[in-house]
């Protein structure tokens, strides 16, 4: 849009719309960031509670919940603050999937255990091949994920 209005600012005589047009396609240029960041999937209620200690309001997820809405509570003058939260949003999600893939992991392993010599109720692991191989990549995974920053909204 920013584009189209230059286009039409070289094309057309000055007239009193221009200015009115170019102000409202840049007040939307400002607040696109901010829609974008708000409509992000891994946004949970935590992060929505930051972003309502931000504003100030309470945002009600709801009919009332509109471009003018962000627009009348000057959602682009926290623009960074939600880029921010809705970036650790996506990386605390990341690291949650990393999470669940290490414990999908060890769902899948059988622990084969055989009789120790011929003790009764006595018993040893099989073959740890799989298990020592899996066991590496989690602690790798694992290690991972506490070194990361965003580690603290998913404890």
Known sequence: YNKMVLKIERGLPPNRVLPVLREKVFEFKE???VILNLRNKDLKA??????????????VH????TLGLLITL???????????????ATQEWALEQLLQKVSHKWTGIEFVVKPYKDFKDC????????????????????AAIVASRFVAGIH
């Open 31 to 33: 607040i696109l960031p």
């Open 46 to 59: 935590r992060h929505w509670d930051k972003v309502n200690d931000t504003i100030g309001e309470v945002i």
């Open 62 to 65: 709801d009919e009332s919940f």
């Open 74 to 88: 000057k959602m682009m003058d926290f623009k960074d603050a939600i880029i921010r939260i809705s970036n650790e």
């Open 123 to 142: 018993y040893i692991l099989g073959a740890v091949d799989e298990i020592t191989a899996a066991l590496e990549d989690s602690m790798v995974t694992m």
